[in-house]
């Protein structure tokens, strides 16, 4: 496959991505990979698809939001990353891939989320009815619980989500909305502004999905928890079709069974791509 780093112009900060195109160039369709939380374009499902994507003939950009990684730098002192996120910036940052593919000729991409990438991807193509097709790895549930939801499985705020919430509405009213606050569970770090978006703004794929009518693939590891991923119900209220499989003996960021879950999401490709159900 062919690697092309890229620059994705925004109303900010550019995202930084790899855009693959199979070996010749020759492309049948267009695939956008979103991340998961405090991740990036360089690890997990974006790093690993790729090269089994490309084989089919798909061209693939892997993309940075804006809210990436936890804590990073650019080419000054000033912070961003994951710490910094809200939700309106993260479906942002969606469009403006998704506008960089279309001037590439790829006006309507398979969209792959995983996670925090996969509940964000929902949200684009309810946004987006004319996308051919999507594929969900492990992504979460979304909406006014996921707070509470994962604190309580022992991420985020874990016993403390009142706690945390009380502090971040102090700070954010006393003109400090950007200060960051250190959690006992994953994020670690996070602002004040950014754990109150998440409280009230994160979008609900369950609430989305009537609203979804292209081909779903929803997958889930065997060790992830069913009320955080909820591949069922998202089935069982989708506007289309909607097929679940669940990883055996595979975790949230599918260590050591990446080349399962590349080859579940390949075969479920290839005869949608060719009996042209999918093309961008």
């Known amino acids: 496959m062919r690697t092309e ?17 199979p070996e010749g160039g020759r492309c049948i369709g267009a695939v956008l990979l979103m991340h998961g939380n405090t991740m990036n374009f360089y690890v997990g499902a ?17 993309f940075n939001r804006r809210g990436h990684d936890i804590l990073s730098t650019r080419n000054s002192r000033a912070p961003e990353g994951g710490a910094f996120q809200t939700a309106s910036e993260a479906i942002a940052d969606n469009n403006f891939a998704a506008a960089w593919l279309g001037a590439r000729g790829h006006t309507a991409p398979i969209v792959i989320g995983h996670s925090n990438g996969g509940m964000l991807a929902v949200r684009h193509v309810a946004d987006h009815p004319e996308t051919q097709a999507l594929v969900l790895l492990s992504a979460h549930g ?56 998440r409280d009230r703004n994160t979008p609900s794929i369950l ?3 009537p609203r979804i009518a292209c081909p779903v693939l929803y997958l889930r590891g065997d060790q992830e928890p069913k009320d955080l991923y909820p591949a069922e119900a998202f089935a069982e209220r989708a506007g289309g079709p909607c097929d679940v499989r669940i ?17 579940l999401v390949a075969d479920w490709l290839a005869p949608r791509l060719a009996s042209d159900q999918v093309r961008s």
């Open 5 to 21: 780093l890229v620059s994705i112009a925004t109303d900010g900060q550019p995202l930084d991505g790899l855009y693959y195109e």
């Open 247 to 263: 990883v055996a003996n595979c975790d949230h960021f599918y260590n050591g069974r990446e080349e399962t879950v590349a080859t």
């Open 46 to 62: 974006p790093r690993f698809l790729p090269p089994v994507l490309t084989r089919l003939g798909l061209a693939c950009l892997a």
């Open 207 to 209: 609430e989305l999905a």
């Open 142 to 197: 979304g909406g006014a619980s996921i707070l509470r939801q994962s604190s309580a499985a022992g991420l985020m705020a874990g016993d403390r989500v009142d706690e945390f919430l009380a502090e971040a509405t102090r700070l954010v009213a006393a003109g400090r909305p950007r200060e960051l606050m250190l959690m006992p569970g994953w994020w670690y770090a996070i602002t004040a502004e950014s754990l109150l978006d």
